[in-house]
C-alpha cells in the first residue's frame, strides 16, 4: 500500500520567516496531494492541494509544488503569522480516493 | 455553508461498552469516509462509502467495528465491546461526485476507560 513520509516533526519558526515541510510518497499512481491543517480539538481543514498534472500551485501565502519523477511534494508557508501556529499534515491519494496521511508537522510561529 | 457534522463531540465510555457515533456529510455529497487519529498520528483509513454502499474496509476495521450508511445520507460507525486501543478521534469526511477534494467533521473523540 500507499506510503507517506513527511519531515520535519517539529518546526519553530518567527513570525514573517517562510516555512517548509516535505513529504515523499511511494505509490507511483497516486494522483492527488492534498495538504491538511489542523488545529488542537478540531478536524483537519483542506489548505491547498495539486494534482499530478500540475507542477506548482500558490495560493496567497501558501503554495504547493510536486515532482512526480521523485516522488515528493512540499508545502511553502510565506510571511508565517501566529494563527499559522498547527499541526500540518500532507496526504496522498489513490485507488478509491481514500487518503494516506502523513505523520504531521507541528508549526509554531513565534511573534 | 454547513460543513460534516459529528455527534457526539466527545464519549467516554467503560470498556466493553457498545458505542456508536454519527456523522452527516456535506449536502449532496455522495462520498462518505471514516478515519481514526490517535495522538500525534495522522488520520489513518478506516471505510468508504459511495452513496449507500460500502466499498472499501481498512484491515484495521476489526470485526468489533460496523459502519452503515443506510440511505446514502447520514452513516454511522459502532463500535462493539470497547476496548483501551480504540480511544482515539474518529474523523468523518465527504467528498461531491466527482471530485477528489475531502472535507472532514471536527470529529469524535472516544476515551474508553
Known amino acids: 500500500g500507499e506510503n507517506v513520509e513527511q519531515h520535519p516533526s517539529t518546526l519553530s519558526v518567527q513570525e514573517g520567516d517562510s516555512a517548509v515541510i516535505k513529504c515523499t510518497y511511494s505509490?507511483?499512481?497516486?494522483?492527488?496531494f492534498p495538504w491538511y491543517k489542523q488545529e488542537l480539538g478540531k478536524g483537519p481543514q483542506l489548505i491547498i492541494d495539486i494534482r499530478s498534472n500540475v507542477g506548482e500551485k500558490k495560493d496567497q501565502r501558501i503554495a504547493v509544488t510536486l515532482n512526480k519523477t521523485a516522488k515528493h511534494f512540499s508545502l511553502h508557508i510565506t510571511e508565517t503569522q501566529p494563527e499559522d501556529s498547527a499541526v500540518y499534515f500532507c496526504?496522498?491519494?489513490?485507488?478509491?480516493?481514500?487518503?494516506?496521511f502523513g505523520k504531521g508537522t507541528m508549526l509554531l510561529v513565534s511573534p | 455553508d454547513t460543513g460534516v457534522s459529528q455527534n457526539p463531540r466527545h464519549k467516554i465510555t467503560k470498556r466493553g461498552q457498545n458505542v456508536t457515533f454519527r456523522c452527516d456529510p456535506i449536502?449532496?455529497?455522495?462520498?462518505l469516509y471514516w478515519y481514526r487519529q490517535t495522538l500525534g498520528q495522522g488520520p489513518e483509513f478506516l471505510t468508504y462509502f459511495q452513496n449507500e454502499a460500502q466499498l472499501e474496509k481498512s484491515r484495521l476495521l476489526s470485526d468489533r467495528f460496523s459502519a452503515e450508511r443506510p440511505k446514502g445520507s447520514f452513516s454511522t460507525l459502532e463500535i462493539q465491546r470497547t476496548e483501551q486501543g480504540d480511544s482515539a478521534m474518529y474523523l468523518c469526511a465527504s467528498s461531491p461526485q466527482g471530485r477528489t477534494e475531502a472535507f472532514f467533521g471536527q470529529g469524535t473523540r472516544l476515551t474508553v476507560v
Open positions: 496526504a496522498s491519494v489513490s485507488g478509491y480516493s481514500t487518503l494516506t
Open positions: 449536502s449532496e455529497h455522495n462520498r
Open positions: 505509490d507511483s499512481a497516486s494522483n492527488y
